[in-house]
């Protein structure tokens, strides 16, 4: 899969499911301090995740992810690798 592809399906599911407004979504956005995610949102981001890529998400993995550029590799590591 390529990258564009993970970013467009990224921002789609932030958008619609947990109401992002697309403009706050750039690649230096931290998730928590940007984008106003918390620990309840990333346990519905990882379903989501989980289910349009096909992959299981270790918590550990995600400790050190703070941007959505730095999400958007970790997924595509995750789904090409």
Known sequence: MER???ESQVR???VEEM???SEAITGEAKLKDD???DS???VD???IVEKRFGFKIRPEEMAHITTIREFY???ES???G
Do not use: A, P, S
């Open 4 to 6: 564009k592809e993970i």
């Open 45 to 47: 981001i990882v379903v």
């Open 19 to 21: 109401e992002i407004e």
């Open 35 to 37: 984008l106003g995610l």
């Open 12 to 14: 789609d599911f932030l």
């Open 40 to 42: 309840l949102d990333f």
């Open 73 to 75: 590799g970790y997924i």
């Open 78 to 80: 995750k789904v090409n």
